[in-house]
């Protein structure tokens, strides 16, 4: 039997992503759909009639399910194991906090609750132990089954796992980056058109802050009950929103305390593997980094998809002339940096017995 799953804010760009990845998958089905009151009362299909951005046609076993409101609470307790959330900020924080009291697991894309110190903040290939923060958290808030496990910033995902595979054998110092992020990031319909097409707008709202603070819970230590962030690591971040659909790209200066060789780098991301893989998880990535050893790749739009949008894709690792080392990396945003990552920390959290 596979688990009953929800998606909060299933008709946005991420809850697009939610419904259409979530097809044929082995141990999930969508059998939940809350959006706004405006999506409420229609059939799926009605609700994101003129709206459906995935370029697969609605699945048939969600096009007839009755959208709810967030406040039909009840029925997504009977109807679901555990809700994914795509829900924006101030209403994640309300309502993801009021279906995990009433015992439903949520696994969220939103900021809300990313620096709450009992939530784990989960890239499964970094940090899959934070998820021992789960019974310390139902603990403090006197939750037996329901708990909140969040994912970070999609801008995180293309520059994080490249670097948290050095940190530990050469310890990262410091670090400067500059994002090329897709329209998809701002959801739909997002950045208007006339702002973006033939355009690059050097500001994301909120941006720079996630991309330089998040890491550091990420890469922090789960100790007695307790997620203590990584310091002495300094990131300075300019991001920018540029014409592209999907695919967020990072191009990368960063300094070591222990300066590798190149080709100690190359080898390190080659071979890296992490949980995920080891369990053989179905949204994980056969190969987290890949590699491409040509001068003008990545590039977004041919490689954003490899490994069906999980993988991290790298390239262009040169000296720096002012830090140690330079790189360009690619996630895609709305798969690896939005609804994949969530169905990845979902499989994780299954195979370690936190949903069922
Ligand atoms: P979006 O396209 O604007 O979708 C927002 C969703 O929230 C829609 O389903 C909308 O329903 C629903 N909603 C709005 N008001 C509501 C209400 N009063 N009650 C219930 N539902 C309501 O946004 P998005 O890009 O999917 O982003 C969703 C979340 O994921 C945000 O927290 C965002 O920061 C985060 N995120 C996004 C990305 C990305 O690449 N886009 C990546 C990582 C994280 P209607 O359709 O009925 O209006």
Not at 27 to 50: D, I, L, M, R
Not at 135 to 152: D, S
Not at 213 to 233: A, H, Q, S, W, Y
Not at 315 to 330: A, I, K, P, Q, S
């Amino acid at each position: 039997m596979k688990l009953r799953v929800g998606v909060l804010g299933g008709t946005g760009m991420v809850g697009q992503n939610y419904i259409k990845l979530l097809v044929n998958h082995p141990w999930f089905e969508v059998n939940y759909v809350a959006a706004s009151p405006s999506s409420a009362g229609k059939s799926y299909e009605k609700a994101v009639s003129g709206r459906w951005q995935m370029s697969t046609d609605i699945p048939e076993n969600v096009k007839e399910i009755v959208v709810k409101t967030l406040d039909d609470i009840e029925l997504a307790k009977e109807k679901c194991d555990f809700v994914f959330s795509a829900l924006g900020g101030k209403l994640a924080k309300e309502y993801e906090e009021k279906y995990a009291e009433i015992g439903i697991p949520v696994i969220s894309n939103a900021s809300a609750h990313r620096w709450t110190s009992d939530v784990p903040m989960l890239i499964p290939e970094i940090n899959h132990d934070h998820i021992n923060m789960i019974p310390h958290q139902q603990k403090n808030r006197g939750w037996k089954k329901g708990f909140i496990a969040v994912k970070p910033n999609c801008s995180l995902q293309s520059y994080l796992t490249p670097l948290f595979a050095l940190h530990e054998k050469f310890k990262i110092k410091q670090i400067i980056l500059t994002t090329l992020q897709a329209v998809s990031g701002a959801g739909h319909p997002g950045v208007p058109s006339l702002d973006i097409y033939d355009n690059i707008v050097p500001y994301i709202g909120g941006e720079e802050e996630k991309t330089e603070e998040e890491p550091m819970k990420i890469l922090g230590k789960f100790v007695d009950g307790k997620i203590i962030n990584e310091k002495g690591i300094d990131i300075s971040a300019h991001c920018n929103r540029v014409p592209v659909i999907d695919g967020h790209m990072a191009c990368v200066s960063v300094k070591f305390e222990n300066k590798p060789e190149r080709e100690e780098i190359l080898k390190i991301w080659d071979e890296f593997k992490s949980l995920p893989q080891e369990l053989d998880l179905p949204f994980a990535p056969k190969k987290p980094i890949m590699y491409i050893d040509e001068p003008n790749r990545p590039q977004t739009r041919k490689d954003r998809d490899k490994d069906k949008g999980m993988a991290i894709v790298v390239g262009r690792l040169r000296e720096c002339n002012v830090f140690d080392y330079r790189y360009v990396g690619l996630s895609h945003n709305t798969v690896r940096g939005a609804a994949g990552g969530g169905i990845l920390n979902a499989e994780l959290l299954y195979k370690k017995g936190f949903l069922n």
